[in-house]
């Protein structure tokens, strides 16, 4: 089954630092482009970042350059997000999902930014 | 960047009626265009990409059409489970970008 699976969210303090994987199966990781969206309560999507098949190529939303890294490990098909200097407008689901037009999506992980 | 504006951000519908959601690109976008599906609770899920291929598993009921700046979903007859929160993307370029998200409702 091609699926998505999201791990690593949990509650985190303003400044903190937390690490979100994602997990691949069903298809050839590789070969895929590969996005973080995410979506604070109560609020629309917005696009966080993407990389490459080959991880070469990473691209970010202007509010989160310099704090969060995407990367990926292809021989274990999982995706990463490191999210350092949390902000509490970082709260949100983080979803990863397949290509740039995102046609398939993980369940989604919670984080939680407050003191 | 290319901002998405979606309209209407919210409408009442009755089952069986035909809808139809509009987004608007600042900036021409080809056809690289996706719409999605949210319920409450749940991730979304992808009915439309190139602007009017229906992915895989999507009923047709469920439309797309245009290019350019302007693009339309419909939904042909609305039935209850139809009722969500639908968003576009454009793909063209980065950042890449949602539209605010249109919310049908139940009349």
């Known amino acids: 089954e091609v699926q998505l699976l999201e791990s690593g969210g949990g509650l985190v303090q303003p400044g903190g630092s937390l690490k979100l994987s994602c997990a691949a199966s069903?298809?050839?990781?590789?070969?895929?482009?590969m996005s973080w969206v995410r979506q604070a309560p109560g609020r629309g999507l917005e696009w966080v970042s993407t990389?490459?098949?080959?991880?070469?190529?990473?691209y970010y939303t202007d509010s989160v350059k310099g704090r969060f890294t995407i990367s990926r490990d292809n021989s274990k098909n999982t995706l990463y997000l490191q999210m350092n200097s949390l902000r509490a407008e970082d709260t949100a689901v983080y979803y990863c999902?397949?290509?740039?037009?995102?046609?398939?999506w993980g369940q989604g992980t919670l984080v939680t930014v407050s003191s | 960047d290319i901002q998405m504006t979606q309209s209407p951000s919210s409408l009442s519908a009755s089952v069986g009626d035909r809808v139809t959601i509009t987004c608007r690109a600042s900036q021409g976008i080809s056809n690289y265009l996706v719409w999605f599906q949210q319920k409450p609770g749940k991730a979304p899920r992808s009915l439309i990409y190139a602007a009017s291929t229906l992915q895989s598993g999507v009923p047709s009921k469920f439309s797309g059409s245009g290019s350019g700046t302007d693009f339309t979903l419909t939904i042909s007859s609305l039935q209850p489970e139809d009722f969500a929160t639908y968003y576009c993307q454009q793909y063209k370029s980065y950042p890449l970008t949602f539209g605010g998200g249109s919310k049908v409702e139940i009349k």
């Open positions: 069903g298809f050839t990781f590789s070969s895929y482009v």
């Open positions: 990389i490459g098949g080959s991880g070469a190529g990473t």
């Open positions: 999902a397949r290509s740039e037009n995102h046609l398939l």
